[in-house]
């Protein structure tokens, strides 16, 4: 989708799969298109402008994280969720907050890689036709591809040796080539079996390093898996399956590598979207020791990443100066006012976000896209099932879900999953029956399935 929406357009979007929370969706949609409006100025005027990055209050399971990511979808932007408490401060185990920007940067690789990929899928695709009708026919190609791969490495010390590759055998008849090109298109020859050649993946190495050394051992086994020779497996597989091997080995090796990552990091410095969640638990509450120290530690570490620096992966150096962070906390014990001051300055757009009521639960259960009676109604019917949500069985499960949250513990929209799975926990064990049928989801339904489960307090605490 284009970046070019307007505010409105983008809340318009958002309002397909989030129920409520206007406020948070104008102050992200305001930050979004304030990215496209940077892009469009004079060099000198758009290096001086930050984004403006945002801190979501409200308890969980209200649509904090459902907004950000849905918005990096809108914006077709590099997007990563992190939870503030995985990262630790330096000097103690744990990972290092510069971690997110290299997750980042290899999102907005395999993004750009995927786009250039499909751009060039037909040609790809003819050369996986080309692969498949030699195997059939058997030619063989006697070029042995580990020798090629070893002379690299030869000539790398200067060893120079001159490449040696033997003819290829002549290609048969073509009258009988072209007639099964003709069989292979009109899919008459998926389930043939082959032999197809393909690289192996190497085994990860440097693995179990530990936290802090991951990223310098993930570098340094690639570095060794690219000098060494290239194991090519040949395996015996199905045309069709074939197909969905080879197209994709194809494909990469027609994009342009080197502009393949200088997109992606343009990208990710430029449109990327880093969402950090759980922020309110690394607030230190007290004026002191123990795991408070890190926690502050974590925040410091954290300053410079936000506030714009430079960090270094092994695509490069990476600036963070134009990346829109959102953080995002229920801030139930610890306050926003209870992090350190320059983090406070750099989340300046504060949107506390509401609780649900009952009403927003009934609307979650039927209007977005992706609405939760939506995708069992879906999964269901694939067994001949017909399920039917009456207007009451719907008010039912909200109202459920609602008066559960409300005695043991608020965990937002996410109730209504384990309310709807209790009640349809029946009908998803039973099926597929003999004969398609409608069952109808009422509210004396609902309450046979879930009723007594959720009027006792002692079993709706543990099963609910």
């Known amino acids: 989708m284009a970046v070019e929406l307007t505010p409105k357009q983008i809340v318009k979007e958002l309002d397909k799969y989030i129920i409520g929370q206007n406020e948070a969706k104008k102050s992200v949609a305001i930050a979004l298109r304030n990215r496209y409006r940077r892009l469009k100025l004079e060099e000198n005027m758009r290096k001086e402008i930050m984004p403006k ?18 918005l990096a979808q809108i914006a077709n932007a590099p997007f990563i969720k992190v939870e503030a408490t995985r990262f630790t401060e330096v000097g103690y185990v744990g990972k290092n907050v510069e971690s997110m920007i290299r997750e980042l940067v290899d999102v907005s690789i395999n993004m750009v890689r995927n786009e250039m990929m499909e751009n060039v899928q037909d040609k790809a695709e003819k050369m996986v036709e080309e692969i498949i009708l030699d195997s059939i026919m058997g030619v063989k190609k006697k070029k042995n591809m580990n020798a090629g791969n070893f002379m690299d490495l030869l000539n790398m010390f200067g060893q120079n040796q001159p490449r040696r590759e033997e003819p290829e055998e002549p290609v048969d008849n073509f009258e009988r080539r072209e007639a099964l090109r003709q069989k292979l298109r009109n899919g008459e020859l998926e389930d043939i079996e082959i032999e197809i050649e393909v690289e192996e993946a190497p085994a990860p190495m440097f693995a179990g390093l530990g936290p802090e050394f991951e990223d310098m051992g993930i570098q340094i086994g690639e570095m060794f898996s690219n000098m060494m020779p290239k194991k090519i497996k040949r395996k015996k597989v199905k045309i069709r399956d074939a197909r969905k091997l080879l197209l994709p080995l194809e494909a990469e090796k027609l994009i342009d590598k080197e502009k393949m990552i200088q997109e992606a990091i343009d990208r990710a410095q430029n449109r990327g979207i880093i969402f950090i969640d759980e922020m309110d638990k690394i607030a230190a509450r007290s004026g002191g020791s123990g795991p408070d120290v890190s926690r502050e530690g974590v925040q410091r570490d954290l300053l410079p990443i936000v506030e714009g620096t430079t960090v270094i992966t092994k695509h490069g150096p990476i600036k963070t100066d134009y990346m829109l962070f959102i953080a995002a906390g229920a801030f139930h014990v610890a306050k926003p006012s209870d992090l350190i001051p320059e983090i406070q300055g750099r989340f300046p757009i504060r949107v506390e976000l509401e609780a649900l009521t009952e009403k927003d639960f009934i609307r979650i259960l039927v209007e977005p896209e992706n609405a939760i009676t939506k995708q069992y109604k879906a999964l269901l019917e694939t067994d001949g099932v017909n399920l039917v949500f009456t207007e009451e069985g719907i008010e039912e499960i909200a109202k459920i879900a609602f008066d559960l949250n409300e005695r043991i513990e608020n965990i937002g929209a996410r109730r209504l999953y384990t309310v709807v799975e209790k ?17 109808q989801i009422t509210k004396e339904y609902v309450r046979q399935r879930i009723g007594e489960l959720a009027d006792n307090k002692d079993l709706s605490e543990f099963v609910l």
Do not use: C, D, Q, Y
């Open 53 to 70: 990055n945002i801190l979501m209050i409200g308890p969980t399971g209200v649509g904090k994280t459902e907004i950000a990511r849905r």
């Open 423 to 439: 009640v349809l926990e029946e009908v998803s064990f039973e099926a597929p029956l003999e004969t398609e049928v409608e069952i």
